[in-house]
């Protein structure tokens, strides 16, 4: 059957109006300039950690690989900055985990490493190798090995590629600003993709508060003379989080409906990044692996929000130092999104590959309402994307009913927070979901 | 800095709703029903009004006080019980019998099964069905609309289902009459198109979905149609209007899936129109919604959705 492109979205279950706060899509991003000091773990991704390469004292220049490891599940780490490694030390990740990482005292030169040239790419097996050699993970935030994701097993047939630019997080406009000033490498990127997978159709999809990355996306991809079999087209989405979700953009670009321990994959489809797509062009191009990263900086007490970017392992003191420090003091910093970014405890740990925005918050905006009694509204039954009962899902979860948890589906959960924000109650929905599946990954059943 | 940042769990953002808000939608929306019951049942129903939503805002208060719990007179559910339940009396009751079941409805229905969002039943409807039990004749004395301006508060009347039941069909009121609440009856039930400006209020400010009362009311009707009997006059009579917009929608007692709704919608539906037509009493708004509510748990443990990608929910 003839694969054809949707008119508009397909329907996919609730999700909640929240609040967009695009503050800085309309900003041009600045490059920070070079830091004095960055840290870079080495681990920066989903999968193993890497080994440092380099010793207290080595020499290193920009796009040297100081960090790697032997497993397959795994992203090399490049030095962001040149200068001197001056320790190699264990740093606490923003999820609490210690790793090791590398250092480095800036030379103020940013002279680039002679191992950045262009891969030679004759093969599937070469492209594969490249984006393994560029470090590159996806760049959404959930940092998985982008050559992992690449290796398709031969078994499973793709025909689609999706490429995320719906970014429904408030706040964010990263992935705005890489549609709008590097539109070229994005179809060129989506092109290296297509036809190392040889697929049939890609739908770029955006969430429609975005009109103008929607039209300088239109001008490349419904260009004849760029995209001559029209395989690519851009997919407005409706501005409804979570579009950006993976299973709900695949349910919205395709109508598919992802089975719960399955990946995209598993329905003919490839789902990736924008930025990360555009980066692979810019690396297919240059050769210079993944050590910087555009940043949203923004929230009430950010001085100056901006769009930075920034050489990986920058201090994020830093970065929102360069946007004018902060304008009071703030009481909530977040890595990521307000919806499903984590709160750090502070601002002396490095920007990592993944990070895609740092908010900080002022007090009023910061401390949550206090939880009353569920009063059985519905709200975040409706509101549930995976179709859930997260009122339910609580519940059982307090009284630790893991065989109750698993019927109702507590693992479809992808805690997007939409029940929680939407609750009138203020009860902590996520917390206590994630609270449950722990107890039914680590408890087992009875 | 200085100061400890703020760790909790995401989302970090709240959509702003609160019970209270919501509640206070809810007092909202009954307002147009409170104006009709005045204007046509007099400065007496007006009276009648404020004793409950006093006398349940206290009995909350004492409630939690005495159970030593955290004082919930703030989210304003007390105040929706006591208007509600004032809207479920008839103007000539006793104030004494209505304090009564303002005390039934917070303390016994709602605060000694764990207060709000904890109650199976709804409490105004419960209280209501126990004074119908327990003062028979003082719930069924009705006053006719506008009888308080010719200073004559004994004129009585029947209402409209009763009348009917009877069938004493010359002496029915018109189409017109009862749309606009020219009726015998109790104090916030007999306005259709009060209830009715409630109705279009809630659901445009999203605080109840149209699945309850449109399924409640349609099936009223479909069931009023098979039986040969006057569509109209059996929606707008009783306290059908009041009962499928306020009464059925209480969060607490309904369920929380849409399909779990559908169900309890034609339930409700379904046994509202075999009592009116083949019960001993007149009406049975009361009864079917607080036996729909019973059900509840069952409806929703039947009706749960798939989750997103899981094969099957075994039950």
């Known amino acids: 059957m ?65 960090g790697d490891s032997d497993a397959f599940v795994s992203a090399p780490i490049h030095a962001s900055i040149s200068g001197k490694v001056s320790a190699v030390t264990k740093v606490a990740l923003p999820g609490g985990q210690m790793v090791d990482a590398v250092v480095i005292e800036s030379d103020g030169q940013m002279t680039v490493s002679p191992e950045v040239k262009p891969p030679v790419v004759n093969s599937p097996e070469d492209f594969i190798r490249a984006v393994h050699e560029s470090g590159l993970v996806g760049l959404g935030g959930a940092g998985f090995p982008a050559h992992v994701k690449l290796n398709v097993p031969k078994d499973k047939h793709l025909d689609t590629l999706i490429v995320n630019a719906a970014e429904c997080e408030p706040y964010i406009t990263a992935d705005n600003r890489e549609a709008l000033e590097n539109s070229w490498a994005v179809l060129s990127g989506v092109y290296a993709v297509r036809d190392l997978l040889g697929l049939e159709r890609v739908i770029i999809a ?24 029209d395989r690519v087209r851009i997919l407005p989405l409706h501005a409804r989080y979570p579009q950006g979700a993976e299973k709900v953009l695949v349910q919205s670009c395709t109508n598919r409906v992802i089975p719960l321990g399955k990946l995209p994959a598993d329905v003919g489809c490839l789902v990736m990044n924008i930025t990360s797509v555009a980066f692979l062009a810019d690396y297919l191009k240059t050769g210079m692996p993944l050590v910087k990263k555009r940043v949203t900086v923004d929230g009430s007490a950010i001085a100056s929000p ?17 946007c004018g420090g902060y304008s009071q003091p703030p009481a909530k910093l977040l890595m990521g999104g307000p919806m499903m970014g984590i709160a750090l405890t502070s601002d002396e740990l490095p920007i990592l590959k993944q990070n895609n925005g740092i908010l900080a918050f002022a007090e009023k905006d910061a401390a949550l309402p206090k939880p009353t009694a569920c009063i059985r509204c519905g709200r975040c039954v409706s509101g549930c994307p995976m179709n859930l009962v997260p009122t339910q899902l609580e519940k059982y979860a307090e009284l630790k009913d893991t065989d109750k948890l698993d019927q109702l589906g507590i693992l479809c959960c992808m805690e997007c927070g939409t029940c929680a924000y939407n609750c009138p109650a203020h009860r902590p929905l996520v917390h206590a979901i994630r609270m449950g599946k722990a107890l039914l990954r680590n408890g087992g059943k009875k | ?29 009954l307002v147009p029903a409170a104006a009709a019951s005045v204007i046509l049942f007099g400065p007496r129903a007006l009276l009648l009004i404020v004793l409950c939503v006093a006398s349940c805002v206290l009995c909350e208060y004492l409630c939690r006080r005495v159970m030593k719990r955290e004082n919930t007179v703030m989210d304003l559910s007390a105040a929706v019980t006591g208007l509600l339940l004032a ?62 301006l010719n200073g004559t508060d004994a004129a009585t009347t029947a209402t409209p289902l009763a009348l009917s039941a009877q069938g004493a069909t010359d002496s029915l009121p018109g189409y017109l009459d009862m749309f606009l609440g020219v009726r015998g009856g109790c104090l916030g039930e007999t306005c259709t198109l009060a209830l009715l400006l409630g109705g279009i209020y809630l659901i445009a400010r999203r605080v109840i979905s149209p699945v309850i009362p449109v399924c409640y009311l349609g099936t009223a009707a479909v069931m009023s149609l098979l039986l040969g009997r006057d569509v109209l006059f059996d929606l707008m009579a009783g306290g059908l209007m009041i009962g499928a917009i306020f009464m059925a929608t209480d969060y ?10 559908i169900i309890y919608g034609i339930g409700c539906g379904v046994l509202t129109m075999l009592i009116r037509v083949f019960g001993s009493l007149p009406e049975g708004v009361s009864f079917s919604i607080v036996i729909l509510n019973i059900l509840v748990p069952l409806i929703e443990r039947i009706s749960l959705p798939k989750p997103f990608g899981k094969e099957t929910v075994k039950q």
């Open chain 1, 306 to 322: 901006k769009n930075v970017i920034v050489p990986i392992g920058t201090k994020i003191a830093d970065v929102i130092a360069f």
């Open chain 1, 2 to 66: 003839e694969l054809t492109f949707p008119e508009k979205p397909f329907r996919t279950h609730g999700g909640a109006a929240v609040p967009h706060h695009k503050n800085t899509a309309q900003m041009e991003s600045v490059i920070l300039p070079c830091p004095s000091q960055v840290t870079i773990p080495m681990q920066q991704h989903v999968g193993a950690p890497c080994k440092p390469l380099v010793k207290v004292g080595d020499l290193v220049q920009v796009g040297q690989k100081i």
């Open chain 2, 87 to 148: 809207f479920n009396l008839p103007v000539s009751i006793n104030p004494l019998i209505a304090v009564f079941g303002c005390v039934t409805a917070i303390v016994v229905v709602k605060q000694m099964f764990g207060g709000i969002g904890q109650n199976f039943v709804n409490p105004a409807l419960t209280a209501r069905i126990i004074l119908m039990t327990s003062f028979p004749s003082k719930m069924t004395t009705w006053t006719a609309p506008f009888a308080y």
């Open chain 1, 206 to 229: 955006v969430e429609d508060n975005k009109p103008d990355v929607i039209e300088v996306l239109r001008k490349v991809a419904d260009n004849s003379k760029l995209d001559p079999e």
């Open chain 2, 252 to 261: 607490t007692t309904s369920p929380i899936t849409r399909k779990g709704k």
């Open chain 2, 1 to 29: 800095m200085e100061k400890k940042l703020i760790v909790s769990a995401s989302p970090h953002l709240r959509s702003g709703a609160t019970t209270q808000k919501i509640m206070l939608d809810v007092i909202i929306a």
